[in-house]
């Protein structure tokens, strides 16, 4: 019996289990391992990627419309509006194009030069200031040539031959710049107001919830023909006359 409590004493006397402190190390190592972040740096962090994503798809939808933009409305500045005229290669050099501003004034626009800067290119009114015929580009002469008299400019748009050179009338010539791969023409603010006011009296004002932006842009120009290198162009006192409207070429 002796024996027996003894060994009873000894169990008693045995140091108790870990188990709470086991249970503690558990815990702590789940919550270790706990997927979500309760750092706010670490937060910040996670959201990093998105918030980048979504940063550059705005980005990319701004750059498309500002592109749009440049095709869709007149750039204006206090001289004037810039429309756009063609790309650059669009005219090989020594070749021209007619080019209708909003008012209804048609411009020559030439390539005299190999490079791609404005100063490569001009732009002249392709009325002849003598009796209103049209005038044309001669690469091969390098000048503006109008066929009714033998009215001839050079390439700035200066009379040199003919009735012009002895009224000394010469050709109006207007601004071009080059931006990126894009010819613009200026138009002066006068030309574009009288533009927007015969357009509006000609609807009977803007329709209801469009703006004048909206209006400008319907005022763009357009290229209505493309002249042949050595072409001679179109000759109005050669042209079937109207007995009403014609004048003596």
Not at 133 to 153: L, Y
Not at 212 to 238: K, S
């Amino acid at each position: 019996m002796r024996t027996v409590r003894s060994v009873l004493a000894l169990l008693a006397a045995r140091p108790q289990p870990l188990a709470p402190l086991l249970m503690t190390s558990s815990s702590a190592d789940a919550h270790d391992h706990d997927p979500s972040p309760s750092n706010p740096q670490e937060t910040r962090l996670a959201r990093g990627p998105l918030v980048l994503m979504g940063a550059g798809l705005v980005a990319s939808y701004g750059t498309l419309a500002w592109f749009a933009s440049r095709f869709l409305y007149p750039k204006r500045d206090e001289e004037g509006a810039w429309l756009f005229v063609c790309t650059v290669n669009r005219l090989e050099p020594g070749s021209s194009l007619l080019f209708k501003i909003p008012g209804g004034e048609t411009i020559a626009v030439a390539r005299n030069g190999r490079g791609a800067d404005a100063s490569d290119f001009v732009a002249l009114s392709s009325t002849c200031p003598h009796l209103g015929c049209q005038v044309h580009w001669e690469a091969n002469h390098d000048r503006f040539f109008c066929p009714c008299h033998n009215g001839a400019f050079d390439r700035g748009g200066k009379a040199i031959e003919g009735p012009p050179a002895q009224a000394g009338t010469d050709l109006k010539q207007y601004r071009l710049r080059v931006d990126g791969s894009l010819l613009y023409i200026n138009v002066p603010s006068e030309v574009l107001a009288v533009a927007e006011s015969t357009e509006q009296a000609r609807r009977g004002q803007p329709r209801r919830g469009q703006s004048g932006r909206e209006l400008r842009g319907e005022l763009r120009g357009r290229i209505v023909e493309r002249v042949a290198v050595r072409g001679p162009g179109h000759d109005p006192c050669l042209a079937p006359r109207n007995p009403e409207t014609s004048r003596e070429c």
